[in-house]
């Protein structure tokens, strides 16, 4: 058959299929060429979402989906914007030419991406808006020394109630709980660091009908030597009496002093040495209730020190 006769049978068909659909021409999507080699056949369409993220939406939310063309040799081809997009319900979730899909409307929307002769479809459900908090910074990295922050909470919407609370110990949060709705600060400190290794704690964002945020602080280890002690508190009453705490450093020839500034009621047995030693002390009587801290640390300075608390009550 000729090649003019050929174009003449196809272009009434092509015609009578066009005025079959009602007479407007679908664009034509872009034309991803398969792969070269010999007997290689298109046989699927796979869609999902870019990045992984949910198909749950909110109101007011994108997604971008990608359409992924698999071949017989397990080879699989971007053809995102070759494809042709379709939303079951444009007036839940529209999608666009290129496979953004918008959350418009609550409801449900299954969005369809034909390429060729092939097509595969994804179900996503929207929602109403709900709370959501982001954090500023969401993470920091601290040295060993006891250090404070400010966090910045930011809401979604201003009548997000939310709270704040440490995972850790050796975090301590303040306002925590600003007793108000909306965007808002809270601050927090942190302890020294006298462990051989680094540590790591989060301070949970909890906002009422959303997802809970985190800010993460990562804490480095001391740069040198480590001082410890043990135990770390010890009560008397107000007749005072005898206690003793025991200093371990690592490594184990690191020296050290103690920093007393309650000297004349605390009689230590030595205030400085190397490496690890057991302290004892006396209390002098007292009626006075405090708290007495007493420092060992490095003479550096360049590592935190550790603390042994007198408590007297």
């Not at 899909?101 to 092939?118: H, P, R």
């Not at 919407?157 to 108000?180: E, F, H, Q």
């Not at 690890?276 to 209390?283: E, N």
């Amino acid at each position: 058959m000729q090649p003019y006769r050929l174009a003449a049978l196809v272009v009434p068909t092509l015609m009578a299929v066009v005025l079959a659909c009602g007479g407007k021409t679908p664009a034509a999507p872009a034309h991803v060429p398969p792969p070269t080699t010999p007997g290689i056949v298109l046989t699927g369409v796979r869609v999902g979402v870019a990045g992984s993220a949910s198909t749950t939406l909110e109101i007011g939310d994108k997604r971008q989906l990608v359409a992924q063309a698999i071949y017989s040799d397990a080879s699989i081809v971007d053809v995102t914007n070759a494809a042709l997009w379709q939303s079951s319900d444009p007036v839940v979730g529209p999608v666009s030419p290129s496979g953004v899909l918008s959350a418009a409307a609550e409801g449900a929307v299954d969005v369809k991406a034909t390429y060729v002769n092939y097509s595969d479809t994804l179900h996503a459900d929207i929602e109403k808006p709900r709370c959501h908090v982001s954090l500023d910074p969401d993470s920091l990295v601290l040295d060993a020394f006891s250090r404070s922050a400010v966090v910045t909470v930011t809401t979604s919407m201003s009548t997000c109630r939310w709270k704040a609370a440490a995972d850790a110990a050796w975090l301590i949060v303040y306002n925590g709980d600003p007793g108000r709705s909306g965007n808002g600060t809270f601050g927090y400190s942190s302890t020294n660091n006298n462990n051989t290794e680094p540590r790591v704690g989060r301070i949970a964002v909890t906002v009422e009908g959303g997802p809970t945020t985190y800010h993460v602080v990562h804490q480095e280890r001391p740069v040198s030597c480590v001082y410890q002690v043990s135990p770390e508190l010890l009560r008397f009453n107000a007749a005072g009496g005898r206690g003793e705490f025991r200093v371990t450093t690592t490594p184990g020839d690191c020296q050290w002093r103690i920093t007393d500034i309650w000297k004349s009621e605390i009689q230590l047995s030595a205030t400085s040495g190397t490496g690890s030693a057991t302290i004892s002390y006396t209390v002098a009587p007292n009626l006075t209730t405090i708290d007495r801290p007493l420092f060992v640390s490095g003479l550096s300075g360049q590592n935190p020190p550790a603390l042994h608390t007198v408590s007297v009550r």
